[in-house]
Structure formats: C-alpha cells, structure tokens
C-alpha cells in the first residue's frame, strides 16, 4: 500500500511517535530529510529490514577496507542521484561476510551503477585517453547491483584465445561486462588514486566491432587514461588477459 493511501490519522500519528523519540534531535534528522538524500536510504533500509541490510553494509565496508565502493562513494565521484529503490536494491550484499574476507585484498566490492561508458567518460574525461575513441558505441548496462570484480588479470591468462581464457575461469567466476570494468576502473581510480590494470588489457563480456571480434579490452596506457578496444576472440597477446568477477 501506497503511504498516501494511509489514513491520514495513522501517518500523523506515526510521524509524531518518531518526533518524540527524536527529542531535541528531531530538527536535526527533519534537515537530514530534506537535504541528504543518502540518509533518506538509510532510513528506508532501516524502516523495511529492522536495520539488518545496512549493519550488513556497515560490516562489507569494515572488511573491504579500500577495496569497497559503495553508495557514498558512487554520489560524490560521479554525481549520481540514487533513487529509494536503488538504495533498497543495494540494501542486501549479496555474499557472505566469510566469502567478502576472501576477497578483501584481491576484489573490489563496487555498488555499479546504469551509467553507460559514455556517460563514465563525460564525468572524468581526465582519466580516459584519446586513444579509445570507440567507447562511445557501448551503452549496453544492467540494472544497478552490487559486483565482486577482481583487481588484477585471471592468472596465466596472457597468450591465450578466449576459448583458453574462460577455461581459467573458476565455478563461482564469470566474465563482466566493460561498463562493470570501466565503472570500477574509474570509480577505484578516483576513490584511491589505485591505478588497476596498467599494463595488460582485460577481455569483457561484450560483443565488439566487426569480423568476429568478440570482447572489449580496458587498459591504462600510453598517456594515462583508460584504453578501451576490440580483439579477435582467437587473438593471442602477451598483453591481453581476462576479466573475472564473482558469481552472485
């Protein structure tokens, strides 16, 4: 049920229950309302799941350490406005405590956003470089969710077809997509000043280009910025690896 379609005495009554229990505090948590979008999702996660979701996110963010980019640091690094239901979509992490203090120094635990790679470049062009002119052709994204992307290359996957690549890949990994990659790059990037992949490209899940060319490189190269390009799925270089995240 819609809150506007409570009675009216209900709403009011539970509005004046919350004031009281805020006491001196209330004028406080009112401008917080008004003015801090971030604590408005804070309190629907609390409201819907009794607190449990954000001790939860609480807890990711404690083990991740710097290897968590989370809603805060989606807002102040690339201006996104979150809506209520991306708060309660991002409300349940979704792996375990036990499986996150796996991954604290070899992940990135990253809150992605719809933002295509296009839209990433307009917010930091800074840090892409003028050689990868043909992002601006992928603006395939997923729904906002949560994603557990490796910091480095799938070992030993240098030289290899994609064929011979995925065969690397463990039960409980899969290939990502570039605007997973070039959101957690950046993102990362501007959270950390971490440069990640600096020196070998990592194949995505995307078709690319033309003539069979099947995935998406990303790289930091050359000038600096972030390198995006196609390659031949039977293209071996010792500088072009695989992508890995975790399977949710």
């Not at 640091?73 to 203090?101: C, D, R, Y």
């Not at 062009?125 to 990868?132: I, P, R």
């Not at 995505?204 to 099947?214: E, I, L, M, T, W």
Request: aromatic content about 10%; charged content about 25%; hydrophobic content about 40%.
């Amino acid at each position: 049920m819609k809150w506007t379609d409570v009675k009216a005495g209900l709403v009011n009554g539970a509005f004046q229950r919350l004031m009281v229990g805020l006491g001196e505090d209330a004028d406080t948590v009112i401008n917080l309302i008004n003015n801090e979008p971030t604590f408005v999702g804070r309190l629907v996660w609390f409201a819907k799941k009794g607190g449990k979701p954000y001790t939860l996110y609480k807890k990711a963010r404690e083990i991740m350490g710097g290897n968590f980019f989370g809603v805060e640091e989606a807002i102040k690094h690339f201006g996104i406005s979150v809506s209520n239901h991306q708060f309660a979509t991002l409300a349940e992490i979704p792996w375990s405590a036990e499986t996150l203090m796996a991954c604290q120094g070899t992940h990135i635990l990253v809150a992605v956003f719809p933002l295509t790679i296009p839209e990433i470049r307009r917010k930091a062009v800074h840090l892409f470089s003028d050689q990868a002119s043909d992002y601006e052709h992928i603006t395939v994204c997923d729904e906002v969710s949560w994603k557990l992307v490796r910091k480095t290359p799938v070992d030993d996957s240098t030289e290899k077809t994609l064929n011979e690549q995925l065969i690397l890949l463990g039960g409980d990994e899969e290939v990502p997509r570039a605007q997973v990659m070039v959101f957690t790059v950046i993102g990362h990037l501007l959270a950390t000043k971490e440069r990640l992949f600096e020196k070998v490209y990592v194949r995505c899940a995307d078709r690319y280009g033309h003539n069979d060319r099947f995935n998406v490189g990303v790289g930091l190269f050359g000038d600096g910025g972030l390198v995006i390009n196609g390659w031949p799925v039977d293209g071996k270089v010792c500088f072009f690896a695989i992508s890995s995240s975790k399977k949710m």
